[in-house]
């Protein structure tokens, strides 16, 4: 008897685990490219960067050129997180 509640008690424990690490899977987040404008006119792009997808995370890639308050933002993908 007691061994039999010693398989069911390591059943349940697998199984809690199993239910844990399927609900911690990530979820998709949107990666942007960004164009940074001279004025409000949005005519001159002075500078750019994008978005990348790191180990299952969105991160920034370098600033080229110059960032000012004048942004344009385009989707280009989905980062798809972590899948454990």
Known sequence: ?????????????????????????????????????SDASMTDVVGFRRDVCTNGYVTSAPLLGQRTPYVETELVGMCPGYLF
């Not at 390591?10 to 490219?33: I, N, R």
């Open 1 to 37: 008897m007691l061994n039999m509640k010693m398989m069911l008690a390591g059943a349940l424990v697998a199984a809690a685990a199993t239910v844990g690490f399927s609900s911690q899977a990530g979820s998709s987040e949107p990666m942007y490219f960004y164009y940074f404008y």
